[in-house]
Every structure is written in structure tokens, then in C-alpha cells.
């Protein structure tokens, strides 16, 4: 019995190596592939890897000896045992790598800009309170609070993030007052996405921001965290990191100046290509016509409350925005 089952675990690793030693010889020889594609194969990979061993497990069961003595209690236990051991090792994997920037251990960079833990911490360590703070999301990152210093004589300090909306607004506010940093002014960016879907934004909050959400929004990020760090996306990302070469020159194509402004880092013109030809496709199949979502508006609207019983002043804009 206990050859079978080495078998079987070296038959589903060597599976699994091989498919990783190939990946990371397929990301050497490519520019640049984007994590979509690696988890696609991996999910394969992984699906194939299933059903090899399934079916191993049955041919392995047909050829045992009736006279063998059966041992539920122990088959129990070993199952138990593994399915343990593999959650805590899918938990430690992405805590470890953070590819969705959930821990802030900062190790390796994560598939997204991670604005929002990053930009925290840097307004805690602003020089000065800032009289103006700009919300908005990735668009308004290059948005220059050094231009705005220089036109009103006001400090400013861009707290815009990636797939920004209403839900991360309230979250920032509720921050800049519990630690005096409260502004003078809002600069509130409003667009499709702002009042379009999920104002909660779960997938991209980092778990430092709980304490700032409302109850609701805060059970619905430790929901969706506990989901992700245990799923095969967060699973494959993280081996996408640990495989992609120059991972921080190819993930890090973000960065942020002490103000909070945005800077894009040289890519490539293959690099450039390939980012905007998926840009460019998952714009234009997302552009329609919608109504404003009510627990949005609903969201802007309180926002605006709260604003107006701290004495800020709130200014809305729209960034200019071409579906290429």
C-alpha cells in the first residue's frame, strides 16, 4: 500500500514540475505573458494532474487483493491529514508571495499597482497635512499635486487607486479623519465605474483597511480574502511571480512619488503592444449604456454627508477618457 501511494505522489508531482520548468522556460523566451494565460495552463495542468491520479487510484483499488485488509479509519485519517496539509501550504503560499497585495508583506510585487495600501502609508508619512487630496482611480494617477501647489499655493496629495470607486472613497475618508489627516478640499473623480457595480470593490482591498469599512463592507473583504488566498487564481498568480524572470521590472510598471502622483516605467514597445491590445479589448467589451447603481449613489451621496458635517469642500471632475 505504501508503494501505491508513492506512486501516486510521484506520478502527480513530477506532472506538476514538469509543467512548471516548462513555464518558466516558456515566460525566459516571451516579452511579456500576461497571468490570464498562466492560469489558464496551470488549471489545466492541475486538472489533468486530477485525473491522471484518479484514475491511477481506481486502476490501483481493481488490482488490490480481496484479502487485503481494509483500514477505513486510517484511509480517513491520511486523507484528513493531506487536505489539511494542503490548505495550510495554499495559505502560507499566498501569504507569502501576496499577489493580490492583501498582507502587505511586500516581498515580491502583486499582479495589481496595490495603490491602496501603498498610498496609506504614504500619506501617514506626508510632510504636512495636505489642504487637497485627490480621489480618483488608476486614470488619475498621473494627476500632478506639485502642478496644483504651484496654481492655488495649496499642498496637495494624490490618493487615487487602481479600479477606484465610490466604496474606496468612503473608506479613504473615513482614514484621512480617524488620523487627522483630514483635507480641506476633495477632489472626487466620477465616472462609468465610479457608480457602476461593486462599490465595495472586495477584490482589491488590502486587509489593513477593515478597521476604516463599515461592518458590512468589512465582512464581505475578509470573506472574499479567506476565498482568495485559498483558490487556484491566487494559487497560480503566486507561481507566476515566483516564475516570471525580473519579476519586478515586469510586475512593478507602477510607481509612486511621495505625493501619491503616479509614474509609468519603461516598458517596451512589444511590452506596449500587448498592454494596450488587452486594454483596449477589455474596454471596449465592458462600454455600454447603464443606470446609475443605486447602492453607489446611495454611497456618494453619504460621502458627501460626511464631508459637509467635517467642514471639506468637495469639488467632482470626469478624466478624459477614448475607448483605444
Known sequence: MNNRRSFLLISGLALISYGVVFTMNFLNQKGIWLSENFTGILRLLLLVS?????????WLEA????????RPAKTVHGWSFGFILTLLLALGLAVYVDPHARFGTDIFPSITPSARSIKVAMLGSFDTKPDIVILGSSRAFTLSPLYIEEKTGLSAFNMSVEGGRVGDYAVQINYML????????LLVEIAKETLDGDVQNSDLQPLSL??????EMAFSVADTSLRDVLSVQSFSDSFYILALPDVQTRLRTWGFEADGMGFRKPITHEQYVDLLTATVERRLAGMSCRNIDQ?????LE??????????IAVVLYESPTHPA
Do not use: C, D, F
Not at 50 to 58: G, H, K, P, Q, T
Not at 295 to 299: E, M
Open 178 to 185: 480617524r488620523s487627522q489627516t483630514k483635507p480641506h478640499l
Open 50 to 58: 486530477a485525473l491522471l491520479l484518479l484514475m491511477s487510484a481506481i
Open 295 to 299: 447602492s453607489a449613489k446611495q454611497t
Open 302 to 311: 453619504a460621502l458627501l454627508k460626511v464631508a459637509e458635517a467635517n467642514g
Open 210 to 215: 477593515l478597521p476604516y469599512m463599515p461592518m
Open 63 to 70: 488490482k488490490k487483493s480481496p484479502t487485503v485488509e481494509q
